[in-house]
């Protein structure tokens, strides 16, 4: 049963299908301590070193986590939008 339209249920695949990619990409490079996203965590004035290092670890860990949950959402909604471009497809051709 279509709930929406045909070109909706495109765009709606086409922009979750890129929210899959650029959140997969972003986690990963999260997860692997890039670089460039040191300025984006929120780290209190550092103690001592390995305090320091802990608690960006973990930060880093936890945005990466934080992506990776979002691109799994990200999948159910291209999930949901490529079956309402099916049954759009059907109900066109019956």
Known sequence: ???????CAMVCSVLSAWGVIML???GIF??????AFAEDLETE??????????????RYKAAAQNCWIAACLYVVTLVISFQQYCANQRARNA
């Open 1 to 7: 049963m279509p709930l929406c339209g045909k070109k």
């Open 24 to 26: 997969v990409l972003l």
């Open 30 to 35: 999260l997860h692997t301590n890039s670089v």
């Open 45 to 58: 004035h550092p103690t001592n070193k390995n305090e320091f290092l802990i608690a960006v670890n973990l």
